[in-house]
């Protein structure tokens, strides 16, 4: 067992957790965070992407006692007052998630690409999330989408 | 009040899914729940001699170790086929049984053996490993092509055959043979996929001992169809002790239609134990237990004049549908197969021919487009060749073929009621500027790389379906839709649909259809879907069927409720039923001004009473109350059709191919919301293209299944497409009031032949899908070759 003391969304938590606990299950396990996905066991999906201290990671194979100390941003952490970060807006309205699996990942991961660059191209986009595999668009809305953020952001 | 149907609606369900608010089955838990992991078969074919559970069961933490003896005492029945299909001799099909947890034998890798439930996940899988199977193997069968002269897998199926069907007439088709001055012949693999939803399937089961009830939750297209089937068929609690939920789900694609061996486990284990039973699939099992796609080897001829008219068709199929059949498995390769499978033309004579075989391999039901995929693939390749043969262009052969008469009597079974062929092509060489293709090759030839054309015209049968006509083919069930409207005391309103929404957008383009019916505004209605205690039994969503058969109910129930509604208001008025009229919300007498709001109708059908100056609103024998259902079963199919044309770089050093332009232009009839209806089109293209140049399910030559893994399977991705250009034609289906067709799978059909098209174009060689950057290495590479093999 290993005590763990991570600042998840903004707030303080310490737990004491099995050593293999990964990120993902102490997200989705233990405190209920339930937004980020688990969709593979080999960290090719990229459903459950989140931020650790700002940079994109893919939570299912990080283990949780590794990144003790760190500041944490899931899905659930984006909207601030109930109002949606302009990433979230943008797929919103141009129709970039249709079941909604891949969608936190792929929101997290966008957000990301946004910090380091400001206004990609479509290529730049499309090669950043190449680690997110969606199903159901096809990708176009969600390259439009993340275009249209990087306009608002 | 503007109409919605047309607009591009934002959707409703997005916030939630947005936030990490939705909630998928994975993501319920219960008090006291206990985990379970299945004990899979590690080989394809080996006979059970010994299940030992001992040590597993005295594992820490265990709470029960459940096996195929444990289902057989209990007399859980096994998963079945939906779909009865008799040989062309009159014979029905053969089916092996297919217990829940295998008893006797094991049929392919990933075939569930045994259960292990205990306290936490870790602790089952630990426990896993020490159920001690002692297996016989024996060889298993896995080629599609050899299937018929393998070794029996099955004591009472000889050639490891389910059926050898036909639909048509073999006879009319020699003459027509015989008349023809060129034969066209194809001898083509449409090779197998995995579905991949991005939600690995999951269950949970919760019973509850003192209303003996189980609530079932699971990554379900169809929880009414899950309910019916683990009730009726597999005996584990009677239907109205067993609620089915299928909450927030993450993407189907066929695979998610029927329940599986798991739900059906967890469910009576649940019971058994008396405490919830949990399972999720990791990503492997997903892989390995997943009903898969596709599977078809196939010959196919076509007779043409000189001239380019068709005259006949012949189609020999093998279709390979794993170790057992399926719900939808056998009714894929034949029905939803065969009838398209003479395209979007005039074809005098025609037949389909499908030898259904069983292999040691997962078993192989519905993937988006399910049957009509490999039927456009099959008529698209012999089309195209035809033209190169003949010298002729792609498109002007096959409008010379189009039917420009609506309805249009299709060779094997349709009657399509409406299309513009000719429209939807011309718009599609227009939008896609296939007058400056050679420009663009030069161009590309310029870079040192081959650029290809390739056309795809299609039709699919959507809508599905008629019961009457589905019953009469085979089908187990009617296949109608059902809808309750509610309206609440207070004005506002809950849709309940028996179809289900796992990306579609129901709850926004349902809500648009009821928010026009009703004149209210779309923020005021609710769509529940997804719990069979709530709302009517429904045959959930796949085959596009749900706004055609399902909106339309919801029509229907409008339509009841508005006709209440203006008996009502007749009476609040002081006039006579005829003189009121319903528009944007509100009953109106003409040339007056008396009117009620459909909400005040509604408040007044709750409230019947006399009261002070409110007199009662009710007609004599009106009873309250203001909700209605409507069961729609369609009198037709819809029929979708299109013209897609892609062009692809070759990079001949590498073999890697790309599609650097992809035009789509589709009727599917009345549109509702264009934003989500592109969505839908571009997620079909991509899997389309992702049949065509990347994915590929492999078995070795022992049943072991290769690619297991995102790293072994090659799912498309971002960085694999460009945007893709799409159009629209419509002409509205005459079946249904909303004259909508649907549109969920017509890029995944129409896209594989289009891509092939394109490849062969460039490189002047035949070649198998995928196309992989190794085959077009090699095919680009090899002299003097025309066919490479698959």
Redesign the interface.
Known sequence: MSKVSLEINGKKISKEIPDHTTLSIFLRDILNLTGTHVGCDTSQCGACVVHVDGKSIKSCTALAADLDGSKITTIEGLTTNGKMHPMQEAFKKLHGLQCGFCTPGMVMSAIDLLKNKKNPSDTEIRDWLEGNICRCTGYQNIVAAVKEAASKM | MASLVGSRV??K???K????????T??VNFIHQTYAYFVRSPHARAEIKKVDISKASKAPGVVAVLTGADIANDKIGGLIAGWRIKSEDGSDMKVPAHPPLANESVNYVGDHVAVVIAESLDEARSAADLVKVDYKILKAVVKTKDAMDSDQIYKDIPKNMCFDWLLGDRAKVKEAFDKADKIIKIDIINNRLIP?????RAANADYNPSTEEITLYTTSQNPHLARIIISAFNGVAPENKLRVIAP????G?GSKIYPYAEEVVCSWAAKKIERPVKWVA???ESFLSDCHGRDHVTHAELAVKNDGTFLGFKNETIANIGAYASVFGTVTPTYLFGPCATGVYKMPAAYTNVKAVYTNTAPVDAYRGAGRPEATYTIETLVEKAARELGMDPAEIRMKNFPTEFPFQQTLVHSVDSGDYNAGLKKAMEMGEYESFEKRKKESESRGKLRGIGFCTYFEACGIAPSPVVMMLGCGIGLWESAEVRFNPTGNVTVFTGSHS????HDTTFAQIAADQLGIPIENIEIAHGDTDKGPFGYGTYGSRSLTVGGTAIVKACDKIVAKGKRVAAKMLEVNEDEVDFNNGEFVVAKSNKKKTIGEVAFACYLPGTYGEVKSPLPDGEEPGLKETSFFDPANFSFPAGSHICEVEVDQDTGETKVVKYTAVDDFGTIINP??V??Q???????GIGQALYENCHYDDSGQLVTA???DYT?P???N????NLGFTCTPATSNPLGTKGCGEA?AIAAPPAVMNAVIDAIGKEISMPATAEKVWAACNKKNKNSEAA
Request: proline share 2%; net charge negative; aromatic share 10%.
């Open positions: 934002e959707r369900e997005d916030k899914l947005l936030t990490g608010r939705g909630k998928y994975a993501d991949n939803a991005m939600e690995p927030d789900v993450g993407g694609f990791d990503r492997t796992h990306g579609q957008g934003l989500i592109e969505g089109v571009h997620g079909g293209l991509a899997q893994s995102y790293m799912m991705r971002a960085d497409f460009t945007d893709f890029g």
